[in-house]
Nanobody, 123 residues
Framework: QLHLVQSGGGLVQAGGSLRLSCSAS????????MGWFRQAPGKAREFVTY????????EYIDSVKGRFTISRDNDKNAVYLQMNSLKSEDTAVYYC????????????????WGQGTQVTVSS
């Protein structure tokens, strides 16, 4: 079992940057692929990006490619989402999630979730 704790987020102007963090205390963290999802008001939760358990592969939705970067540090049991060139349409609650071994773009496949953190981009 993983207990994921998120930090970061907040209010930023369009074009600015934010970094989200998600950490776990359990050493089994390194066996989990990690994803970031987001949910805007009135919209369904959507996949943003994932990174494999070894950190050797990533995937992004088209709308964030070239602006967002996911990374992980298994020694610190943490995954990060660096968000640059933020746009108003990036405004949402962001969630980190863990899936054992193989990654997925489907939120239903993830086993553990962080508490969510609000990202608000003002235009």
């Amino acid at each position: 079992q993983l207990h994921l704790v998120q930090s970061g987020g907040g209010l930023v102007q369009a074009g600015g940057s934010l970094r989200l963090s998600c950490s776990a205390s359990e050493p089994t963290f390194s066996s989990y692929s990690m994803g970031w999802f987001r949910q805007a008001p009135g919209k369904a939760r959507e996949f943003v990006t994932y990174i494999t358990w070894r950190g050797d592969s990533t995937e992004y939705i088209d709308s964030v490619k070239g602006r967002f970067t996911i990374s992980r540090d298994n020694d610190k049991n943490a995954v990060y989402l660096q968000m640059n060139s933020l746009k108003s349409e990036d405004t949402a609650v962001y969630y980190c999630a863990a899936k054992y071994y193989r990654p997925s773009t489907n939120s239903d496949d993830y086993d553990y979730w962080g508490q969510g953190t609000q990202v608000t981009v003002s235009s």
